[in-house]
């Protein structure tokens, strides 16, 4: 395996310390429908978009004997699209669920 440049390895580095754990937490947050989730989605959309156009545009560069460059960029696109859509969803959204029910209104 070729020896990758020390900035992609610092973002993939950043992936599984800092976005790996964080796609579980927005995991819960959306399957639960918390309204608390808008802002950690907007951070992890913004961060996921920004180091992906790199990566992207490092996968698409590389020439490498049997690497076929549409195939691989093409496979890595959904993980800049979805984080991108999911960051402009939730900055649109101000209760991306709803209004909550008060505690008054569960009681009656």
Not at 56 to 61: D, H, Q, S, V, Y
Not at 80 to 107: D, E, N, Q, Y
Request: aromatic share 12%; proline share 9%.
């Amino acid at each position: 395996m070729m020896t990758q440049p020390t900035w992609f390895k610092a973002l993939c580095y950043s992936e599984l310390a800092l976005q790996l754990p964080t796609f579980f937490l927005l995991s819960y947050g959306i399957l639960a429908r918390k309204n608390w989730i808008r802002i950690p989605s907007i951070l992890y959309g913004s961060f996921v978009t920004a180091t992906m156009v790199p990566i992207l545009a490092e996968l698409a560069a590389h020439m490498a004997p049997g690497y076929d460059r549409t195939i691989v960029t093409a496979f890595y696109l959904p993980y800049l699209i979805v984080p991108a859509t999911l960051a402009l969803h939730m900055a649109a959204t101000p209760l991306p669920f709803g209004p909550g029910k008060s505690s008054k209104a569960k009681r009656q």
